[in-house]
Nanobody, 115 residues
Framework: QVQLVESGGGLVQPGAPLRLSCAAS????????MGWYRQASGKQRELVAR???????HYVDSVKGRLTISRDNAKNTVYLQTNGLKPEDTAVYYC?????????WGQGTQVTVSS
């Protein structure tokens, strides 16, 4: 059973770069698509970025041009590089497969964007 552990969050000023990591306890090479999700306070968890094994990516409109997802199957890690963070990006960020699986949810990493 693969376990996912997110890290790299923190308190950052608007526009500051940040790189989130999602380390898997096992191989992610067989997982076709991995995604980064986020859940802001009082809102539903949403998929904001996904990447397939072939490297195809998809982003929701609200993060296009500001977030970049990547994966390194050799390291069993998925990354989310952020640039141009805004206060509305404040949320707990999680990784999971797409479609999501309940058993893959980790604790997430909090990202707070504030000046």
């Amino acid at each position: 059973q693969v376990q996912l552990v997110e890290s790299g969050g923190g308190l950052v000023q608007p526009g500051a770069p940040l790189r989130l990591s999602c380390a898997a306890s096992g191989s992610i090479a067989t997982i076709y698509a991995m995604g980064w999700y986020r859940q802001a306070s009082g809102k539903q968890r949403e998929l904001v970025a996904r990447i397939t094994n072939g490297g195809s990516t998809h982003y929701v409109d609200s993060v296009k041009g500001r977030l970049t997802i990547s994966r390194d199957n050799a390291k069993n890690t998925v990354y989310l590089q952020t640039n141009g963070l805004k206060p509305e990006d404040t949320a707990v960020y999680y990784c999971n497969s797409d479609p999501r699986l309940r058993e893959y949810w980790g604790q997430g990493t909090q990202v707070t964007v504030s000046s």
